[in-house]
């Protein structure tokens, strides 16, 4: 009897669920909006997972009976004391599978790593990293939500907000002229530095996370502002995965880093940097960008839980997915 497996992305934005057999073969795929307690509440969590596996349960023309494993990655299940809130939320799909909860940027790191160990470094709007030792007993972590006071970055937001220091810098004859303050004048339609900085104190102007792109687009010209905030951020990620390197006893090993999220892909600077950082401590580290859907890694981890080992199926796992997404679900 062929077994079926379950795995869910919860986030901010968007729930993806994925049902696939014990061959790596995907049945069903379904998706719903943001599901994120933090931001919908735990009532809004339950819809959306209610809505995006009951679409893929639909596709698959399977019950929820059928599910021999789940795994799911929860944005914003950030300490064990939430964790039975978010099995309360989980409940009502009616799941008697084993199943197992963890933090999406670990379903990441699933996702991304050949056997699923090793650590994974998020950034985008804002920052993550998490890890697992090689024989999955041990999780570790960088954030917790605490941002300038735990010395957690760098995501979008902080990028942004480094630039614009350096433009307060410039205004305040503190730094040295650059080429940011110009660009954010034009995006701001500010007229000149001083109504720029007048705007922004007095929260006329957002610094959006998506400026970020801005900043990167200047780095690239070689202005040694925007580049040393190239190096702030790419050297702050690093920190954050030497944490959980640390935390893991990983100095001396060979594994894989994985690179989640868009900030990975503004600017060569900041990878290096964060290469740097990382390889100072662990030389045995192996940078790779995650370029499959994270809730393959939910899959994966439902297998796990019903004791079956899914990487010998991962990279068949992988093609199929693709497929199904390009296909349109």
């Not at 839980?305 to 349109?328: D, F, H, P, V």
Request: with cysteine; net charge negative.
């Amino acid at each position: 009897m062929t077994r079926y497996f379950l795995g869910v992305d919860v986030g901010g934005t968007k729930t993806h669920a994925l049902i696939a057999d014990e061959n790596g073969r995907v049945v069903g795929f379904g998706r719903s909006g943001p599901g994120n307690w933090e931001g919908v509440g735990y009532a809004g969590s339950t819809r959306a997972l209610t809505e995006a596996v009951g679409a893929a349960l639909n596709q698959a023309g399977l019950a929820v009976t059928d599910i021999a494993g789940a795994g799911m990655g929860l944005s914003g299940f950030d300490w064990p004391s939430e964790r039975q809130d978010h099995l309360d939320a989980i409940r009502p799909l009616g799941l008697t599978c084993p199943l197992e909860i963890v933090n999406d940027a670990t379903l990441g790191l699933l996702a991304g790593t050949s056997e699923g160990w090793g650590v994974s470094v998020v950034a985008g709007t804002g920052c993550n990293a998490r890890g697992w030792s090689k024989d999955h007993t041990r999780e570790g972590r960088a954030v917790g939500g605490g941002g300038d006071w735990s010395g957690e970055y760098a995501g979008g937001a902080d990028v942004v907000i480094r630039a614009m220091r350096s433009v307060a810098f410039e205004w305040l004859k503190r730094g040295p002229q650059t080429a940011l303050t110009q660009c954010f004048i034009d995006h701001f339609g500010a007229g000149d530095l001083a109504g720029l900085m007048e705007g922004v104190y007095l929260h006329h102007y957002e610094l959006a996370p998506e400026l970020a792109l801005l900043v990167f687009e200047v780095a690239r010209w070689g202005d040694p502002e925007a580049l040393e905030v190239m190096h702030w951020a790419g050297d702050a990620l690093g920190q954050l995965a030497i944490g959980v390197i640390n935390q893991l006893d990983l100095q001396t090993e060979i594994f894989e880093v994985v690179l989640i999220g868009s900030l990975h892909d503004g600017s060569p600077v900041l990878n290096q940097a964060l290469r740097d950082a990382v390889c100072r401590v662990a030389p045995g580290a192996q940078f790779v960008r995650l370029s499959v859907p994270p809730v393959v890694g939910g899959v994966l981890l439902g297998m796990e839980e019903a004791g079956l080992n899914g990487y010998k199926i991962r990279q068949r796992l992988i093609e199929s997915t693709g497929e199904k997404i390009k296909n349109g679900g």
